[in-house]
């Protein structure tokens, strides 16, 4: 079963930093982009960072740009996202995914989509 | 950054009622359009991408249309597990966007 589990939100002081993961399971992982998607209380989805197979390419969203660092593991199937300098509009739940176009791994010029979402880790950013 | 806007933000209806669900793009997108279904405390469910095909183990009552800026989602008959918020999300440039959602409520 391809399958996505993140760990590492919870409740963090303003100005504080956090340490999200996601297991990947059930596909090669290193041949896929990953990107983190975040949902603040009540509100819509938000592209937050990306990250390439390899590791050596990634992009922010301007709101997290300087403060957040995507990285990936693939010895260990896993993703990560080193958040610092936390605010309060940080608070959310953070979905990791895996960006998908069907039965081929490259995704340039092909239809590309969201498949699978983890099932989201809540982080607080609250004194 | 490609702005993403649905309509309506939210809407009533009754099991049985066909809905569409509109989205418009603030640029050509060509296909590159995604829908989303999600439920509360859960995380989103991919139901259809490049604008028209449904993804595996979705029910057929759910359809999607459209390709430049101008795209509709349709449930051609709604059941009790329809009522959910659902998203557009664009992929053809990044940053991948979506719009801001569409609450489908029961009647």
């Known amino acids: 079963e391809v399958q996505l589990v993140e760990s590492g939100g919870g409740l963090v002081q303003p100005g504080g930093s956090l340490r999200l993961s996601c297991a990947a399971s059930g596909f090669p992982f290193r041949n896929y982009w990953m990107h983190w998607v975040r949902q603040a209380p009540g509100k819509g989805l938000v592209w937050v960072s990306r990250?390439?197979?390899?590791?050596?390419?990634?992009t922010y969203a301007d709101s997290v740009k300087g403060r957040f660092t995507i990285s990936r593991d693939n010895a260990k199937n896993t993703l990560y996202l080193q958040m610092s300098s936390l605010r309060a509009e940080d608070t959310a739940v953070y979905y990791c995914?895996?960006?998908?176009?069907?039965?081929?791994?490259?995704?340039?010029?092909?239809?590309?989509?969201?498949?699978?979402w983890g099932q989201g880790t809540l982080v607080t950013v609250s004194s | 950054d490609i702005r993403m806007t649905q309509s309506p933000s939210s809407l009533s209806a009754s099991v049985g009622d066909r809905v569409t669900i509109t989205c418009r793009a603030s640029q050509s997108i060509s296909g590159y359009l995604n829908w989303y279904q999600q439920k509360p405390g859960k995380a989103p469910k991919l139901l259809i991408y490049?604008?028209?095909s449904l993804q595996s183990g979705v029910p057929s009552r759910f359809s999607g249309r459209g390709s430049g800026t101008d795209f509709t989602l349709t449930i051609s008959s709604l059941q009790p597990e329809d009522f959910a918020t659902y998203y557009c999300?664009?992929?053809?440039?990044?940053?991948?966007?979506f719009g801001q959602g569409t609450r489908l409520e029961i009647k």
């Open positions: 999300q664009q992929s053809y440039n990044a940053p991948i966007t």
């Open positions: 990250i390439n197979n390899d590791g050596d390419i990634t």
């Open positions: 490049g604008a028209s």
């Open positions: 995914v895996r960006l998908s176009c069907g039965n081929s791994t490259d995704c340039y010029m092909r239809y590309k989509w969201f498949d699978p």
